[in-house]
């Protein structure tokens, strides 16, 4: 399997529900480190998985709604722990549709998967990765 990774970071603010979370409850700020993985069994006529160009802007519009935002006023977001976990999963799902609907520069059944990490420091991350079909 081949994979073209981008990066990109957004700050953000959000608390947690339930006593798990701690002193996370209140309202608190991270910045986060995500990586975006594009997985193909093949390369294109180009010798490429996909343009890291295109990867990189599709990867910036996702987190553009996210950054610099509390996402405890985000309506979409209501009632959810806004956990690492989570928001691998939200980033992937936005992913997967742009990919699916061809915006990624290859037709999207040539894709086969995408991977999405999210690094809130140094020594903890969490990451979700599922097949696009």
Same mark, same amino acid.
């Given at each position: 399997?081949?994979?073209?990774?981008?990066? =990109?970071?957004?700050?953000?603010?959000?608390?947690?529900? &339930?006593?798990?979370? #701690?002193?996370?409850?209140?309202?608190?700020?991270? /910045?986060?480190? $995500?990586?975006?993985?594009?997985?193909?069994?093949?390369? =294109?006529?180009? &010798?490429?998985? $996909? =343009?890291?160009?295109?990867?990189?802007?599709?990867?910036?519009?996702?987190?553009?709604?996210?950054? +610099?935002?509390?996402?405890?006023? $985000?309506? *979409?977001?209501?009632?959810?722990?806004?956990?690492? *976990?989570?928001? /691998?999963?939200?980033? +992937?799902?936005?992913?997967? *549709?742009?990919?699916?609907? &061809?915006?990624? &520069?290859?037709? #999207?059944? *040539?894709?086969?998967? $995408?991977?999405? /990490?999210?690094?809130?420091?140094?020594?903890?991350?969490?990451? +979700?990765?599922?097949?696009?079909?």
């Amino acid at each position: 399997m081949f994979a073209v990774e981008v990066r =990109d970071h957004v700050m953000i603010a959000h608390s947690f529900r &339930g006593a798990l979370f #701690g002193p996370a409850q209140a309202l608190h700020g991270a /910045t986060f480190v $995500i990586d975006a993985a594009f997985m193909s069994e093949k390369l =294109d006529p180009n &010798g490429v998985v $996909i =343009d890291i160009g295109r990867a990189l802007e599709a990867l910036k519009d996702v987190l553009a709604p996210l950054n +610099y935002r509390n996402l405890d006023d $985000i309506p *979409e977001f209501k009632g959810a722990n806004t956990t690492t *976990e989570f928001l /691998t999963r939200h980033i +992937y799902d936005r992913l997967a *549709e742009a990919a699916r609907v &061809g915006k990624l &520069g290859r037709t #999207g059944r *040539e894709l086969a998967a $995408i991977r999405i /990490t999210i690094s809130e420091s140094h020594v903890a991350r969490a990451w +979700y990765e599922a097949p696009l079909w």
